[in-house]
């Protein structure tokens, strides 16, 4: 934008400079054609700072309505933000009500999480600096208390009520 009111102003300068040559020009009594052609390089000179200055204009007001919006996609952006820590706080809390009600331990709650996370027994020993056969082992645990055949039919109990048909 700065550099096209640069422009503006030393189209405007030169138009300026070309006028006092035509008028000095005129004193000297130099051809007509001479003047005519210096009169039109005036003409397109000040045509073209005009369509440069609407078409600044036209910028600069998309410049002003992308603000606009930009600032309430930002406003909209936040609130779905707001909304989604909400709905992740109260689904953690379904999830922690549900793993209580199945009688899980703190241990087995914490397996339950990463599996329903996606971790697998490898990496879920490794993140509780466990042994993989222990997890295997509570994995079991989790999957009889929760009456599950395993981590798959674990994650659509969490996920049914979520699908709609």
């Not at 007509?32 to 600044?56: K, M, N, R």
Request: proline content about 1%.
């Amino acid at each position: 934008m700065k550099k096209d009111v640069f422009i503006i102003i030393l189209l405007l300068l030169i138009t300026l400079f070309k006028l006092f040559d035509i008028f000095a020009d005129l004193q000297l009594n130099l051809p007509t054609w001479h003047i005519a052609q210096e009169g039109i390089l005036v003409l397109l000179t000040i045509l073209g700072s005009i369509y440069l200055g609407f078409d600044l204009i036209r910028s600069s007001r998309q410049v002003k309505a992308l603000r606009s919006k930009l600032v309430k996609a930002d406003k909209q952006i936040n609130n779905m933000s707001s909304q989604m820590h909400a709905a992740r706080q109260e689904y953690s809390l379904t999830i922690a009500a549900q793993f209580t009600a199945w009688g899980f331990t703190k241990s087995e709650q914490q397996v339950a999480l990463l599996l329903l996370k996606g971790l697998s027994f490898k990496e879920i020993a490794e993140v509780r600096l466990t042994k993989e056969k222990t997890v295997r082992q509570q994995a079991s645990t989790i999957y009889s208390k929760a009456q599950v055949d395993g981590r798959h039919t674990l994650c659509a109990w969490f996920m049914e009520d979520f699908i709609q048909e």
